[in-house]
C-alpha cells in the first residue's frame, strides 16, 4: 500500500501572509516616520549650514546633509509627512466621490449609468501626469493643488471598481430578497452592497495610496508639488540631480524612501486582497 | 479483467477523513451509478482516479486503471491519462467550456493534447466527434461560441470533448443537474449509446436515484465517505438493507401521496389576469421595427386561500418572469397582478408597504439569498422594514426567535452567521424571513431543487405543516414533476411563456392533455418505471 501526497499547487498561505507583514512593516514604518518627524528631527531643516554642506554620510548626520548644509534625514522625515498627507487625501477624495458614484451607477443602470460612467472614460482618457501638471499650472503650483490633481484621477478608479462589484452582487438572491422586503435601491446600496464590497475599496485604497505617494513625488520633481522650503522627497530628488556625481547620497536616499513606501503600500494591498479572499488562487 | 479497480482509497485533508476505505470496481462497457448526497465523497472519489484532489490531501489505496497504478504514477503519466484514458464531463455546461474558444477548437485541443495529429487531421476529428454526440456541423458550424448554445447543447460538446480520444473510462459527475428534464433524458440516452458503442466504462455520478436506475448495471451508495451498499441496480434497489440507503430511495421517491385535490371557492390570495412581460427585441433589419420578446405572454393564474399552486416548465418558458411579476419585481407591459382584491404592486409606496408583507418568497439557492454578513436575526428580520412599526430589541428578537423554532432550528441560531447552516437550515431559514410578516402568499422559486433528497423531504413536509398552521398559500415554481406530486393542489404548465394546462394534480399527471405535459411526464426518471422495465 502506497502512501502518495498529492502534488497540489503550493499552499499560499505563507507567502501571502508575509507579504502582507512586510508590506504592514514598510507601511508602518512610514507612518511612524511622519509621527515622529512632528515631535523630533535629528536637525532643524530649516537650518542652513553652509560650512557643513555636502558631507558624506556620518555620525553626526547618518544620511549626509545637502548643498545647503541641512541634514537629509531630518528632510526626509518631515518629507513623508507631505507625501502621507497628499497621498491620504487624494485617495480619500476618489473614495468619496467615486464611491457613491459607482454604487449610483450599478443601481440606476440606463442613463445614469452611461452618464457617470462615460464621464469617468473622459477622466480616464487623459493622461494623468500631464493632466494634473495642467492643473497646478494654472491653480499655481502648491500642496494643496496637487491634491485636487492626484484626486481627481482617482474617482473613476473607485467608481469604477465600486460599479463593477456592485452589479455582481445586484443579481444576487439576498438583493431579491431585500426587494421583497420592500426595500429600495438607496437602502440596499447602503445595506447590502457597500459592506459586501468594502474589501475590494480597502485592496484598491491601499493601492491608490501608493499611487498617490509616487504621483506627489512626481508633481514635486518637476516643482509643481509642496513648494520651498517645504521638503518633499520629489523636489530631493531634482534637487540632487545636478550634484548625483559627487554627493550621491543626495538622490540614493529619498530614492530608496519613495520606493520602500510604494513597494510597501502595494504589498499591503496585495496581502489584503488575499487575505479577505482566500479563494483568489493565482498560483493556479 | 477489471477497468477500474480502487482498493481501500482513504483521503484525509487535515483532521478530516473524506474517504474512509473506498473499493470499487468497474467492468469494460459497464456503467457504474455512484450515488449519494453532497458530502457524502462521490465527487473526491471521481478526482482521486485522476489525483486531482485538493490540495494538502494524503491519500492512500490504490488505484488501478487496467495494469497501471495510478497511485504510483508521475505527473507526466498522469497527463496522459486525464482526458487520454479517462475522460471527465463535469455538471455546470456553463463553466466546462472556453466562453472565448469556438466549440471546433475546443474538441480539436482535447484531441490535439492526447494524439499526434496536425493541425487540420484535429479539427476533421473534432468535426466527427461533435457530429457523434448530435451537434452536425452543418446546423452547428464548428465556429460556434459556446455562448451560441443551449445549456443542453453545451453538455453535447463538452461530452464530445470527453469522448473524442475514445477513453476507456468516461466519469460523468452529475451531467445532468443543471438541465430540464426533456434535456436530461436526451444526455443520458446519448451517454449510453456513447460508451456503448466504445465499449467504455461509466462512472455515473448522482444524487438522483431514478436516473441510476434508468442508467446503470450496477450501483454503489455512499455516505460520509463510504461505500454503504453496492450491487446489480434492479436487485439492489429492490432490496436495500441499509436503512440510509432504504431512506435515501423512499424520499427520491416522495412517497408523501399526494396532498387531497381541493376544490376550494374560497376567495383567491392572487389572481394574475392577462399578463404580459416583454423585453425590448434585437432590430433585425433598419427598416424593421425590433419586435419586442415576450416572456410571458398573456398569462391569467389564481391561487386561492390555503391552497398550493405548482408551476411548472422548462428554463426559458417564463416560469422565472412570472413569478417576479407576481412580487411585483417587473414592469408588466400588460394585464394586471391583484393580491387580496387590490391591484399589485399599487401607485402609492405607503399602500405598496401594506400590500407587500402579504406577499413573500424563498429563492433557490440556499446560499445566495442571504448576505454573508449578516446575522441570521438581521436577515429573517429584514422584511420587518415593510411595517409601520416593526418590533425593535428584545422584542424583535423574540419574534424572530419564535419563528425559527417554528421551522425547526435552535433559538440560538439567530446569533450566527448564514455560513454556518447547512444547505437545507438555510432553506429552513429563508422559509422563516418569508413567513415572519404573515404573509398571505409565498413564492417559493426551485426552492428545494438545490437540496439533497432527504433534506428536500423534510423541507416539503415543514412547507406543508406551516400551510395548515397558518393558512398560507404557495405559489411553487420548480422543474421538479415530483415535488409537485407531493405537495401541490393544482398544476399550471408553463411553456413559450404561456399556460397550455391548467388543472388538479391527479387530473395533469394522470390525464395529461397537452402534447407538451405529457413530454415532460415522460422525460422524467422515475424509479418504479425503471425498475419495472429491468423486470426487477
Redesign the interface.
Known amino acids: 500500500m502506497s502512501e502518495t501526497t498529492i502534488p497540489g499547487p503550493a499552499t499560499r498561505g505563507g507567502r501571502a501572509s508575509a507579504a502582507l507583514w512586510l508590506g504592514a512593516a514598510l507601511t508602518g514604518l512610514f507612518v511612524a516616520a511622519v509621527l515622529l518627524s512632528l515631535v523630533w528631527t535629528p536637525y532643524p531643516v530649516a537650518d542652513l549650514d553652509m560650512a557643513g554642506r555636502l558631507r558624506a554620510p556620518s555620525a553626526a548626520h547618518w544620511f549626509g546633509t545637502d548643498h545647503f548644509g541641512r541634514d537629509v534625514l531630518s528632510m526626509i522625515l518631515v518629507g513623508a509627512r507631505n507625501s502621507l498627507a497628499v497621498a491620504v487625501v487624494a485617495a480619500g477624495v476618489g473614495l468619496l466621490v467615486g464611491v457613491p458614484l459607482g454604487l449610483l451607477a450599478a443601481a440606476k443602470g440606463g442613463l445614469t449609468d452611461e452618464l457617470v460612467m462615460r464621464s469617468n472614460d473622459l477622466i480616464f482618457a487623459f493622461p494623468s501626469l500631464l493632466l494634473a501638471i495642467m492643473i497646478t499650472a494654472v491653480a499655481g503650483p502648491g500642496a494643496i493643488n496637487a491634491v485636487i490633481a492626484i484626486g481627481v484621477f482617482n474617482i473613476p478608479v473607485f467608481a469604477r471598481v465600486a460599479r463593477g462589484a456592485a452589479l455582481s452582487l445586484w443579481t444576487r438572491d439576498y438583493v431579491l430578497a431585500a426587494r421583497v422586503a420592500g426595500k429600495g435601491k438607496g437602502l440596499i446600496s447602503l445595506q447590502h452592497i457597500l459592506p459586501n464590497i468594502a474589501n475590494l475599496l480597502i485592496v484598491q485604497g491601499a493601492i491608490q495610496f501608493s499611487m498617490g505617494v509616487l504621483a506627489e513625488a512626481a508633481l514635486s520633481y518637476v516643482g509643481l508639488g509642496a513648494q520651498p522650503p517645504t521638503p518633499s522627497w520629489g523636489r530631493m530628488l531634482n534637487e540632487a540631480q545636478t550634484l548625483i556625481g559627487f554627493a550621491p547620497w543626495l538622490a540614493i536616499f529619498p530614492g530608496v524612501a519613495i520606493v520602500l513606501s510604494v513597494l510597501g503600500l502595494n504589498l499591503l494591498g496585495d496581502g489584503l486582497r488575499d487575505l479577505f479572499d482566500p479563494k483568489l488562487d493565482r498560483s493556479r | 479483467m477489471a477497468l477500474l479497480r480502487i482498493e481501500?482509497l482513504r483521503l484525509r485533508i487535515g483532521e478530516a477523513e473524506l474517504l474512509k476505505g473506498v473499493s470499487l470496481e468497474v467492468e469494460p462497457g459497464e456503467t457504474l451509478g455512484l450515488v449519494g448526497e453532497s458530502g457524502s465523497g462521490k465527487s473526491i472519489t471521481a478526482l482521486s482516479i485522476l489525483?486531482l484532489?485538493?490540495?494538502?490531501?494524503?491519500?492512500?489505496?490504490?488505484i488501478l486503471l487496467g495494469d497501471q497504478?495510478l497511485?504510483?504514477a508521475g505527473?507526466a503519466e498522469m497527463r496522459a491519462v486525464r482526458g487520454g484514458q479517462v475522460g471527465v464531463v463535469f455538471q455546470e455546461p456553463m463553466t466546462a467550456l472556453n466562453p472565448l474558444m469556438r466549440i471546433g477548437d475546443q474538441v480539436a485541443e482535447s484531441i490535439a493534447l492526447h494524439r499526434r495529429v496536425g493541425r487540420a487531421e484535429a479539427t476533421a476529428q473534432a468535426a466527427r466527434a461533435l457530429e457523434r454526440v448530435g451537434l452536425p456541423a452543418s446546423r452547428f458550424p464548428l465556429d460556434r461560441y459556446p455562448h451560441e448554445l443551449s445549456g443542453g447543447q453545451r453538455q453535447r460538446v463538452a461530452i464530445a470533448m470527453a469522448m473524442a480520444v475514445k477513453p476507456r473510462l468516461l466519469i460523468a459527475d452529475e451531467p445532468t443537474t443543471a438541465l430540464d428534464v426533456t434535456t436530461q433524458a436526451q444526455i443520458l440516452d446519448l451517454l449510453r449509446d456513447l460508451v456503448r458503442e466504445d465499449g467504455a466504462g461509466l462512472i455515473l455520478i448522482t444524487h438522483d436515484l431514478a436516473v441510476v436506475a434508468e442508467m446503470a448495471d450496477r450501483v454503489a451508495i455512499m455516505r460520509q465517505g463510504e461505500i454503504v451498499e453496492q450491487g446489480p441496480t434492479g436487485v439492489l434497489l429492490r432490496g436495500l438493507t441499509h436503512p440510509y440507503a432504504r431512506k435515501l430511495a423512499e424520499d427520491a421517491v416522495l412517497a408523501s401521496a399526494a396532498p387531497p385535490a381541493r376544490v376550494s371557492d374560497d376567495a383567491p390570495v392572487m389572481e394574475a389576469r392577462g399578463v404580459v412581460r416583454a423585453y425590448p427585441g434585437r432590430r433585425t433589419s433598419p427598416w424593421r421595427r425590433a419586435q419586442p420578446f415576450r416572456a410571458v405572454d398573456g398569462v391569467s393564474l389564481t391561487v386561492r386561500v390555503g391552497e398550493t399552486v405548482g408551476l411548472v416548465g422548462e428554463s426559458g418558458s417564463g416560469k422565472s418572469t412570472l413569478l417576479r411579476a407576481v412580487?411585483g419585481?417587473e414592469a408588466l407591459q400588460g394585464g394586471e397582478v391583484r393580491l387580496d382584491g387590490a391591484s399589485f404592486p399599487p401607485a402609492s409606496p405607503a399602500e405598496?408597504?401594506r400590500l407587500?408583507?402579504k406577499?413573500?418568497?424563498v429563492?433557490?439557492?440556499p446560499f445566495?439569498?442571504?448576505?454573508?454578513?449578516w446575522r441570521v436575526e438581521d436577515l429573517v428580520a429584514?422584511?420587518f422594514?415593510?411595517l409601520e412599526r416593526p418590533p425593535m430589541g428584545a422584542a424583535r428578537r423574540a419574534a424572530v426567535q419564535a419563528m425559527l423554532e417554528r421551522v425547526g432550528l435552535p433559538p440560538d441560531a439567530s446569533d450566527r452567521y448564514p455560513h454556518q447552516f447547512s444547505g437545507g437550515q438555510r432553506q429552513r431559514i429563508?422559509i422563516a424571513?418569508a413567513l415572519i410578516t404573515e404573509p398571505r402568499l409565498v413564492v417559493l422559486d426551485e426552492a428545494v431543487s438545490a437540496l439533497d433528497v432527504t433534506v428536500r423531504a423534510q423541507v416539503l413536509e415543514l412547507l406543508a405543516r406551516l400551510s395548515q398552521e397558518l393558512g398560507v398559500s404557495y405559489l411553487f415554481v420548480t422543474h421538479d414533476l415530483g415535488v409537485v406530486r407531493a405537495i401541490c393542489h393544482r398544476v399550471a404548465v408553463m411553456q413559450g411563456g404561456r399556460i397550455v394546462e391548467e388543472g388538479t394534480t391527479d387530473d395533469v399527471f394522470l390525464r395529461p392533455r397537452h402534447a407538451y405535459t405529457q413530454s415532460l411526464l415522460s422525460a422524467t426518471p422515475n424509479l418504479e418505471r425503471a425498475l419495472a422495465a429491468r423486470g426487477a
Open positions: 481501500d489525483r484532489s485538493p490540495p494538502g490531501a494524503t491519500m492512500s489505496g490504490r497504478d497511485t504510483a505527473e412580487l419585481l405598496a408597504r407587500r408583507r406577499i413573500q418568497a429563492f433557490q439557492d445566495g439569498s442571504f448576505d454573508p454578513r429584514e422584511p422594514h415593510l429563508a424571513r
